[in-house]
């Protein structure tokens, strides 16, 4: 919770605002947390727009589609929402899809003694943790779908769910468009200008390390890196470089 602890604070300190922007960048993580953290911004907003200019895979597919609307770049990308499973008894997290795939091997295998050993070493914890995974990804995308026709709601959830196999399977604005997703077009001024600042923001990332929070808007100004606030730092090298 300490991403969506932190943007709760930062909220805090600025007004409601009639349409807030979110450029989303990120390979996924906890789906709850994500779950939180958008109803946290959803509430200082009239209408939240989030920007994909690269990739928002896993929860961060979630966070996206959870958005009024979906600024999906040419390069841009979403991905199924496949969870993370973290194992009952060690501290070890498995892509629930994984679990699929070796439930199916022991259903499929004829020989009784290998279907028999296969199936002792998965531990019910574990696949009673997946099982409440997968039901809780279907249950955050449904949500999600709520304003899809619904002549695609259904394509919709399965799209982010369960059609793809691979965990990192890009999902791009035409599969988008046919499943219905609410996509906002931009023209192509806004698109460079949207893609001058995603590098901006990545190659910083890159040279400082860690994932990146950037939060800015005219009355608060954030960096925050890897859990640490580097603020103060990041202005003292912006006024430097002007110097």
Not at 36 to 55: M, N
Request: hydrophobic share 35%; net charge negative.
């Amino acid at each position: 919770m300490s991403l969506a602890y932190q943007v709760k604070k930062d909220l805090r300190k600025i007004e409601h605002m009639e349409k807030l922007y979110l450029l989303v960048e990120s390979g996924g993580g906890d789906i709850d947390s994500t779950a939180k953290l958008s109803k946290l911004i959803k509430k200082r907003c009239d209408e939240l727009v989030t920007i994909v200019p690269f990739y928002a895979k896993s929860a961060a597919t979630l966070f996206a589609l959870d958005a009024d609307k979906l600024i999906l770049c040419e390069s841009g990308e979403l991905g199924p929402v496949d969870p993370q499973v973290k194992h009952p008894s060690v501290d070890m997290w498995f892509p629930a899809r994984s679990i699929e795939e070796a439930i199916k091997v022991v259903e499929e295998t004829d020989d009784k003694i290998v279907k028999l050993s296969m199936a002792d070493k998965l531990d019910p914890l574990l696949l009673g943790a997946y099982n409440e995974a997968r039901g809780s990804s279907h249950q955050y995308v449904k949500e999600t779908a709520e304003d899809v026709s619904d002549d695609k709601r259904d394509d919709f959830i399965h799209t982010f769910t369960d059609r793809f196999r691979s965990h990192g399977h890009p999902i791009d604005e035409s599969i988008c468009e046919e499943v219905g997703v609410n996509l906002a077009e931009i023209d192509d001024d806004l698109e460079e200008k949207i893609q001058e600042l995603h590098e901006i923001y990545v190659d910083t990332g890159i040279e400082l390390g860690g994932d990146t929070l950037i939060f800015q808007t005219r009355e608060l100004q954030r960096v925050v890196v890897g859990g640490n606030d580097i603020t103060d730092q990041m202005k003292s090298l912006e006024r430097e470089e002007r110097e």
